[in-house]
């Protein structure tokens, strides 16, 4: 990977010609600075991304951990919700993840080109002659990262909705290194003759450059953890539905696909861990080879006397808007994962005041909540799960009868799901 | 990143997958504070007896169910005394076996309050005006009247399973006019102990059984 010495060989100029010296000596010191900054500003994302690698790695155990999420490198790692975790638990933050648990992480890619964007900038730096085209190659290489900050930074705005703190100091770092690399171009001055050997130059930095991704990238592959399909674990799944009838009628269609294969997802609407797992079903694009349906479990002590207190007060009375009307469930639902937040703080100051807006918002169901026939249908929601003696948590998901394991439901999503449905074929 | 990558990996093989699946609570029907052994042992006999749990038929007469109780009428009663918060007093007018608004509203209010219970005890009485005979098939008649509004109402397959009717006629734990102070159908009406006992007794039992 080194090829120090073949930047000086590629150099065609006479061997008494100084680019930083001739006529230009001022700049010699003012050229080194700005690459200087964008070496150190590299390093900063070469740290943010190792520790971003290193969280997102913790989790191919299929534990929670705590995760970091500070732009002050070295912060301590929290547990619980945070947009870090958000972002993580994304479809967005690897790729390939249908062909490898958890997939491969973006981190993982930004580690390897900032790694090698700070060796390039500290050896220009270092080596005190930059000729043009090589801080070129250099402006160019610290580009792509800008442009992935920018590609990533839209997706956490509108698709995740959530903001991961250590991606923006990449994002930062990303900038100041573009920055620092752009004030170097700027200040080192054009070759008085075209230099024959800049593509030649510029190709071989790129083939250093992804050099240095592929090798980091089939590190990765080489020790990603690996387990033997086996009951209780990854597509096995962890048990079957004893009782998957509805006799009761209070199975929701959410997208009845017909040839497709059946799934139950149990769900409650207020439940911020069931949006998101919605959305990363939506995003994996396995859910388009579902039957969805679900089955409402509200934790919400007021009509659920499994849990006993309110986890997500007001899921009871969105429960009953979807049971009030099954034909219009799936857009009850998704009405209630759009304001969760708001909802769930409205019934926890007062119930019926979020009563009043469901019923402003479908006056469908207006005369159908708090109704005998709706309580009773959440009970025997409720008695679905306690028939089929399932764990009292959301979400959770079958396919063609098989529970999916917890531990696959977020990371794991797309190579389980994928199995899962590879194995009813 | 191998030193991160292979400590996941020894993890992952260490862990038991089943571990943490068996920290999580298992969805239940409810099991009350109110459910003794004893209480429990005794609803079971009734329960039994009155074809809840097997496929004897539905119902119990007022013989039977003072047979599988072993109870005198103070402890049948007593029995659901702690119910004061789930039971509903549903009236009927004399000699009558219909329910009138009041009472099919309170008949759906109990049925939907299901909660995790597990079984829906229907105890129907009769006043001890008119012959004994005649009370007993109107108490039938009256218990019969909440399991066909109930049906007629709730399309819940579970109903078949899930209530136990008892007619106790006029010759089996009567109700005292301390009755009167618990939730009824003709709530600010006078009460005597006639009228509590021209009523049907409802109530969710919240015992795992």
Request: glycine share 8%; with cysteine.
């Amino acid at each position: 990977m080194g090829r120090f010495d073949e930047f000086e060989a590629f150099d065609d100029d006479p061997p008494e010609v100084d680019h930083d010296t001739v006529g230009l000596g001022a700049l010699a010191r003012p050229v080194r600075l700005p690459l200087i900054v964008a070496g150190i500003a590299a390093l900063a994302g070469a740290i943010f991304a190792a520790t971003s690698t290193a969280d997102f790695t913790a989790h191919l155990d299929r534990q929670v951990h705590a995760i970091h999420c500070s732009v002050m490198p070295g912060a301590d790692a929290q547990m619980g919700e945070s947009g870090c975790r958000t972002v993580m638990l994304s479809p967005y933050s690897s790729w390939f993840r249908s062909s490898y648990w958890g997939g491969i992480p973006v981190a993982v890619f930004a580690l390897a080109v900032f790694a090698f964007l700070a060796y390039r900038a500290f050896h220009l730096a270092v080596k005190g002659q930059p000729r043009r085209s090589e801080v070129f190659f250099l402006l160019a290489g610290t580009g792509l990262p800008c442009l992935m900050s920018a590609l990533f930074g839209y997706l956490a705005a509108t698709k995740v909705g959530a903001t991961c703190t250590v991606c923006v100091g990449m994002y930062f770092a990303s900038g100041f290194a573009f920055a620092g690399a752009l004030v170097a171009f700027l200040l080192t001055r054009k070759a008085p003759t075209p230099d024959p050997r800049a593509v030649r130059g510029f190709a071989l930095g790129f083939l250093e450059g992804c050099g240095f991704v592929a090798v980091v990238f089939l590190a990765y592959l080489a020790f990603m953890p690996e387990v033997k399909a086996e009951k209780g674990r990854g597509p096995a799944g962890c048990g079957t539905l004893v009782e998957a009838a509805d006799p009761g009628g209070v199975f929701i269609d959410l997208a009845v696909r017909p040839g497709a294969t059946p799934s139950i997802e149990l769900l409650d609407p207020l439940c911020p861990a069931c949006r998101a797992f919605d959305g990363r079903l939506a995003a994996s694009g396995l859910g388009d080879k579902l039957s969805q349906r679900a089955v409402l479990f509200p934790l919400d002590s007021s009509c659920n006397w499994m849990v006993k207190s309110s986890l997500h007060p007001g899921a009871c009375a969105v429960t009953e808007a979807m049971l009030c009307a099954p034909a219009e469930g799936a857009k009850v639902l998704e009405w209630a994962f759009a304001h969760q937040e708001d909802l769930t703080a409205m019934a926890r100051a007062d119930e019926a005041a979020l009563r009043k807006k469901i019923a402003q918002e479908f006056p469908g169901v207006a005369s159908c909540l708090g109704s005998p026939q709706v309580k009773n249908k959440i009970v025997q929601s409720l008695r679905w799960a306690v028939a089929n003696a399932l764990p009292v948590l959301t979400p959770q998901l079958f396919v063609n009868g098989k529970r999916m394991c917890d531990e696959d439901t977020d990371l794991g999503l797309e190579y389980t799901l994928a199995r899962m449905l590879e194995a009813r074929k | 990143m191998s030193t991160w990558l292979r400590g996941a990996e020894r993890r992952l093989q260490a862990s038991d997958p089943t571990a943490a699946e068996e920290e999580v609570a298992i969805a239940s029907v409810a099991e009350d504070a109110y459910c003794t052994p004893r209480l429990k042992g005794i609803v079971r006999r009734v329960a039994g007896a009155c074809g809840l749990l097997g496929d004897s038929g539905r119902g119990c007469q007022p013989m039977q169910a003072k047979q599988v109780a072993q109870l005198t009428d103070d402890e049948f009663n007593s029995l659901f005394r702690p119910l004061t918060k789930r039971a509903h007093i549903v009236q009927f007018d004399a000699d009558a076996t219909e329910l009138d608004p009041a009472a099919r509203g309170a008949v759906e209010a109990a049925w939907a309050d299901q909660r995790g219970a597990s079984f829906f005890f229907v105890v129907a009485r009769a006043s001890p005006d008119g012959k004994t005979d005649h009370n007993g098939e109107l108490s039938a008649g009256r218990a019969r009247s909440v399991l066909d509004h109930l049906i007629a109402r709730f399309k819940d397959p579970g109903i078949e399973k899930q209530v136990g009717l008892l007619w106790l006629g006029e010759d089996f734990a009567q109700l005292g006019e301390e009755f009167c102070e618990w939730d009824r159908s003709r709530k600010g009406e006078p009460c005597t102990a006639k009228e509590i006992n021209r009523s049907a007794f409802i109530a969710w039992i919240d015992c795992a059984i």
